[in-house]
């Protein structure tokens, strides 16, 4: 089976730099994407890697380490709206490759 | 552009009672359709993924049953509800699979 282990909290300070780790095992491993989910509302895809490297989308950016089973979501230049859930989720041909495998979310607290 | 719609929003239901959740899609064709329940505070557990019409593959056993009558409608379902079925439901779609677009949701409360 699959199991992905992240931070459960993270608080940070608005303007910082935060980063939200994630451990997965896998089987057939086809990548790692992220989503954000605000409280009471539906989960939104931030990014994806397939390869290892980083990835940067505006002030989001994802790195993934496929030897090590390994990546993490950077938020730069935080703001209080950044404030939120925080999924990564595998995808896994093991699984079928129209699947994804979610972990239990990190709740990301900006203050002020 | 796509859009995805749920109904309803919240639902209040007494055990034993039946379940009806709808999801359709708009502005895609052929997309794959996934049906999650989110627990308070936890992760995304995936119930039914449907790659085409008729077509349902079940992850996880429970009184709760799926369709797919049409192209762009999901349907989740179930005979009599247990107090565990409460949670958030959120249906979603994709053209790549890695990158699922997520309905509103609709938030079940079984008494």
């Known amino acids: 089976g699959q199991s992905l282990e992240q931070p459960s909290e993270v608080t940070a300070v608005e303007g910082a730099i935060v980063q939200i780790n994630c451990t997965y095992q896998t089987s057939g491993f086809y990548g790692l994407s992220w989503y954000q989910q605000h409280d009471g509302g539906a989960p939104t895809f931030l990014s994806y890697n397939a390869l290892d490297g980083l990835e940067e989308t505006g002030r989001f950016s994802s790195f993934l380490s496929r030897s090590d089973s390994y990546g993490y979501l950077l938020l730069q230049e935080l703001q209080m709206k950044d404030s939120a859930s925080y999924f990564c989720?595998?995808?896994?041909?093991?699984?079928?490759?129209?699947?994804?495998?979610f972990g239990k979310g990190t709740k990301l607290s900006v203050i002020p | 552009s796509q859009t995805i719609h749920q109904w309803p929003a919240t639902l209040v239901q007494p055990v034993g009672s039946p379940l009806s959740l709808e999801c359709t899609v708009e502005g895609t064709s052929n997309p794959n359709l996934y049906w999650y329940r989110q627990a308070a505070g936890r992760g995304l557990q995936l119930l039914f993924y449907?790659?085409?019409?008729?077509?349902i593959s079940s992850e996880v056993p429970q009184n709760l049953s799926a369709s797919r009558p049409q192209d762009r409608q999901f349907i989740l379902s179930s005979k009599k509800l247990l107090l565990s079925d409460s949670g958030f439901y959120l249906c979603?779609?994709?053209?790549?699979?890695?990158?699922?677009?997520f309905g509103p949701g609709t938030r079940l409360t079984v008494l």
């Open positions: 449907s790659v085409g019409i008729g077509q």
């Open positions: 989720a595998v995808r896994d041909s093991g699984a079928g490759s129209y699947q994804l495998t």
């Open positions: 979603a779609w994709s053209v790549r699979d890695y990158e699922q677009f």
